[in-house]
């Protein structure tokens, strides 16, 4: 069953029993907008336990909030029951909520105009108590009410606003831009991983130059990540960074990324020149130039702080790492041994090193010939010839009377080694070699 037909029947049978029952929220919005909803969400006058009652295959998910989740066949929906919110003490969630029958008093609780819509799914009439269908049309992100009150209410709204603007291509009505613009530093009170779901959904959506461009504007930026706002004035070495400095470059990078792009590579994209502002040296004369020594390694380790400080899973840290730390290496792939190619290509997900080395290039000095070259060698090199079959053991050496220790590695390093850079693929050959470096 899709979401939408599960939808359509909560609201039938929410309202052949004699309940209210609506769509609301985003998935109004988005169909009015023709664009296909992630989700859907019903609103009603009905009570939890009777919503409970009516659908036994559901979960009472926020039920201090009154949000049932309705599952059906593989699909599922939550269904959220009218309220008013009373106090905001945490800064994110109501302390309490008085549940109410009237659809106004429930919508002007919600966030902006956009997400205030309510739809009569059986006849697509449309509910509008808070002009939303008008801000809509004109392209408006406006907070419902007293957006100071709104933010107050939960903080996490600002990064919120600054989302919907960028993936609709929107505006944020100046008196909401105003009230974001003031209560900025509040944002550290939400979760941390809140708020890392809400940047890895901005990165992510096909509009991560637009988004991470209002959070400046909005002074969100140097709240939740300082050391991205430190890139601005930091400048570059011209004949490399035609385009300007650390944070144009940045920015280029981010306007290039495919919408659903995966989480690590967006990350890795936004980080991967995170050490050039500790490491900046500027030009001492003639014949120098601006440098960035060691930006790569330094940016690494704040990559990894930055990561763990937002809860990444280590899977997660651990290949964004690798983005940062292994991007400047693309620069040398034409001089590389045959063996420290094979390596190289032989990175977890290297799609995502090949991707982010093509929009460092494209978003600075334009050329892709380390790129073009690698994906030559991809396309020309068996697989069999990159990630060869193990060819001696340890086993094998142990049977020649090497006793095991520290040179145990050594050697079968230097078989691998040796085997990668194509000097022999066979296991007798391999033997030979083992027994011609212990001579020596």
């Known amino acids: 069953m899709a979401s939408r037909e599960l939808a359509d029947l909560i609201c039938a049978t929410l309202r052949q029993s004699g309940q209210q029952a609506y769509l609301v929220g985003g998935c109004v919005r ?4 023709d664009r296909e909803p992630a989700d859907y969400d019903v609103s009603t006058d009905a009570r939890p336990e009777r919503v409970q009652e009516l659908f036994p295959h559901s979960v009472a998910v926020g039920a201090k909030f009154g949000v049932i989740l309705v599952v059906e066949d593989g699909a599922q929906v ?3 029951t009218f309220r008013q919110d009373v106090g905001y003490s945490d800064g994110r969630h109501p302390d309490r909520v008085v549940y109410s029958d009237s659809p106004q008093e429930d919508v002007r609780r919600r966030d902006f105009t956009i997400n205030g819509l309510l739809m009569d799914p059986a006849t697509r009439e ?4 808070v002009g939303g269908r008008a801000d809509l049309a004109a392209g408006i992100i406006r907070a419902i009410g007293d957006p100071r009150l709104r933010f107050a209410e939960d903080k996490l709204r600002m990064l919120r606003a600054v989302r919907f603007a960028a993936r609709f291509a929107f505006q944020i009505e100046p008196e909401t831009l105003a009230a974001a ?3 900025a530093p509040q944002v550290s009170q939400v979760s941390i991983e ?3 779901e809400e940047l890895t959904k901005l990165l992510t959506e096909g509009a991560a130059r637009r988004g991470f461009e209002l959070l400046d504007e909005t002074g969100l930026l140097a709240v939740v990540m300082p050391d991205i706002a430190r890139m601005k004035g930091v400048e570059q070495p011209p004949q490399f960074h035609p385009e300007g ?5 940045t920015r280029m990078l981010l306007e290039k990324l495919q919408p659903n792009c995966s989480t690590t590579l967006a990350w890795g994209v936004l980080l991967h020149d995170v ?6 040296a500027p030009a001492t004369g003639p014949g120098t130039r601006i440098r960035f020594d060691g930006h790569a390694e330094v940016g690494t380790r704040m990559a990894e702080n930055i990561c763990r400080a937002f809860r990444f899973s280590n899977e997660e840290i651990a290949q964004i790492e690798s983005l940062v730390a292994n991007h400047m290496r693309f620069k040398d792939v034409r001089q590389m041994r045959r063996a420290t190619l094979k390596r190289f290509v032989r990175l977890p997900q290297f799609e995502e090193h090949l991707e982010l080395h093509r929009l460092d290039c494209l978003a600075s000095h334009g050329g892709l010939d380390s790129y073009d070259f690698v994906q030559r060698f991809l396309a020309e090199t068996p697989p069999e010839e990159v ?6 053991t340890g086993n094998d050496l142990k049977e020649m009377g090497i006793r095991p220790g520290p040179k145990f590695k050594e050697i079968l390093l230097a078989v691998e080694e040796a085997q990668l850079d194509g000097r022999f693929s066979d296991r007798p050959s391999a033997l030979e070699f083992v027994r011609s470096i212990c001579q020596t």
């Open 30 to 33: 988005d169909l009015l907008l």
């Open 275 to 280: 050490g050039k502002p500790p490491t900046y």
């Open 78 to 80: 939550e269904v959220a």
């Open 194 to 196: 809140r708020i890392r």
């Open 387 to 392: 990630r060869p079959p193990r060819l001696v």
């Open 245 to 249: 400095d650390v944070w144009i470059h």
């Open 181 to 183: 613009r003031n209560i």
């Open 126 to 129: 449309v509910h509008d108590f």
